[in-house]
């Protein structure tokens, strides 16, 4: 019989992982403070740039030339004739 995984051990995976990268940026922020000057504007710069492709994406979404050639970008489940 397969072993399925709980929801509790994956849980306990997500929090183990967590737990393992916050050690490893301490440690690399402990032994090199300039790392901290460098990954902190980056992570703003990149939390920005999301938000604003997420704005992007939604304002595209709403477009209707997007909604009238939606099938052709994401391709066609069956071809349909018209006579």
Do not use: D, R
Not at 34 to 40: E, G, K, L
Not at 62 to 72: D, N, V
């Amino acid at each position: 019989m397969w072993k399925w995984k709980t929801k509790q051990s994956n849980l306990n995976f997500e929090v183990s992982f967590v737990w393992q990268v916050l050690a490893i940026l301490f440690i690399i922020i402990y032994s090199t403070p300039a790392f901290i000057a460098v990954i902190f504007p980056l992570a703003v710069f990149y939390y920005f740039i999301q938000v604003c492709l997420l704005k992007l994406t939604s304002f595209f979404e709403k477009s209707l030339a997007y909604t009238a050639f939606l099938p052709f970008s994401s391709g066609f489940t069956s071809l349909h004739l018209v006579s």
